[in-house]
């Protein structure tokens, strides 16, 4: 890694691929084996991140990019996007509680058992491995109100839209 930082995760497959802990990725990448894991090979795309980097930040901006790509036609992946967006956002703001896990949870079972394509069916995959593998660093954001990265605690740009 740069600057001699430590590897903290790996995110295998695109958007709807998983997260890994820097201790779980030295492993074939085969669809089987990569599944056992909690990821994806999927378009193969690769994702390295250091220490520096957020894991719940980075799951937010995961499903960001899913939620917008979602086609909407059916329900569970049309507002289960939404619904893992919205709770990820108040958890990257340190406003979370610790109900908002199982919450996600049951939006990820409601997602897989639902949709009607493999985007819908796939969309939790993020959230359900960087809560596997960082789950830590959610309660902290949860329980302490803090970003151990202060990646969430920096202030976050919004674009407006311009009005002239």
């Given at each position: 890694?740069?600057d001699g930082?430590a590897?903290k995760?790996?995110?295998?497959?695109?958007?709807?691929g998983?997260v890994?802990?820097a201790?779980n990725i030295?492993?074939l990448l085969?669809f089987e084996?990569?599944?056992?894991a909690?990821?994806?090979?999927?378009?193969?795309?690769?994702?390295?991140?250091?220490?520096?980097?957020?894991?719940?930040?980075?799951?937010?901006?995961l499903?960001?990019?899913?939620?917008?790509?979602?086609?909407g036609?059916c329900?569970?992946?049309r507002?289960?996007?939404?619904?893992?967006?919205?709770?990820?956002?108040?958890?990257?703001r340190?406003?979370g509680?610790?109900?908002?896990?199982d919450?996600?949870?049951k939006?990820?079972?409601?997602?897989?058992?639902g949709?009607?394509?493999?985007?819908g069916?796939?969309?939790f995959?993020?959230?359900?491995s960087?809560?596997?593998y960082?789950g830590e660093?959610?309660?902290?954001?949860i329980?302490?109100r803090?970003?151990?990265?202060?990646?969430c605690?920096?202030?976050?740009?919004?674009?407006?839209?311009?009005?002239?």
């Open positions: 890694m740069p930082k590897l995760l790996v995110q295998t497959g695109g958007p709807l998983g890994l802990g201790g030295d492993i085969d084996i990569l599944r056992s909690g990821a994806i090979l999927g378009s193969g795309g690769i994702i390295a991140a250091n220490e520096d980097n957020c894991v719940v930040d980075l799951t937010r901006s499903i960001a990019f899913c939620q917008y790509e979602s086609c036609k329900f569970p992946c507002m289960g996007m939404s619904h893992l967006l919205e709770v990820l956002e108040r958890i990257c340190l406003e509680v610790p109900e908002d896990l919450l996600m949870r939006v990820g079972q409601d997602m897989q058992a949709s009607l394509c493999g985007h069916q796939l969309g995959n993020p959230v359900a960087a809560l596997r960082f660093e959610f309660d902290t954001h329980l302490d803090r970003c151990p990265t202060e990646v605690s920096a202030p976050r740009f919004s674009p407006v839209a311009s009005r002239r």
